[in-house]
């Protein structure tokens, strides 16, 4: 199923997409929720973010070859975690605005999954019953703030520095889908979810185990390697298979 937020003539919808056709739904996707009878056609829309966390917590460091592009030299014994603000959200299509005096700020492609139900110090084995689906992230980060703070928190929280979309799809397999990046539409990063360390079902667990996670809250699953910046004009793209393709536009402040 494909399930997403709209907006139509000024009114924000939710429904499910089949096609080329968007069936609206009454409710809520994280309890109970019926189709209205009424349909949309895409092209009528504009597409919202799918969902809006409480809160993004996000894993560093979950693929080996962008531990290497860093220049880290052992694997992490547990995931690394960090948390992106519903602030910082954004959906497809919108822009990406890169803050006053930043020269570096970085595009990070991700998988990211969404919960579907109240998640506290869940098994691994339990995880998939907490997933409602699966989108594309981007976890835009200003390098330079990161280096120089130690931590992770500014540098990846200014605003529209969390794009996320256009869709949330289940009965896909997460950890086997090609995931991409494309800047001006050449490919920079390119990989697949099955060279992650850590699965969706060992992140969830794992993040239930230090905070509550709520129906809309998002666990993302870290980038690959290819990492690089962006400048004011450029079209950024991350493509996931099975899920579609999250694009974006970068202008300055």
Partial sequence: ?????????GENKSGILEGNEIKEISGSFYDEYELTGMFYRTQEVRLLPPCMPSKVVAVGLNYIDHIKEFGERDLPKEPTLFIKLPHAIIGPEDSIIIPKGSTCV???????????????KIKKEDAADYILGATCLN?????????????????????TFCPIGPYIVNDIDY???????????EIK??????NMIWNTDKLVSFVSQVMPLYPGDMVTTGTTKG???MKPGDVVEV???????LRNYVKGE
């Fill in 175 to 185: 950890n086997n889908l090609d995931i991409k990046l494309l800047l001006n539409g």
């Fill in 1 to 9: 199923m494909i399930i997403l937020n709209f907006n139509y003539k």
């Fill in 189 to 194: 990063q390119n990989s697949n979810t099955s």
């Fill in 106 to 120: 970085d595009y990070e492609a991700e998988l990211a999954v969404v919960i579907k139900k109240y998640c506290r």
């Fill in 239 to 245: 493509a996931i298979e099975d899920i579609g393709i």
């Fill in 227 to 229: 990492v690089g910046p």
């Fill in 139 to 159: 976890d835009v980060t200003e390098r330079n703030i990161q280096a120089q703070d130690g931590q992770w928190t500014r540098s990846k929280n200014f605003e």
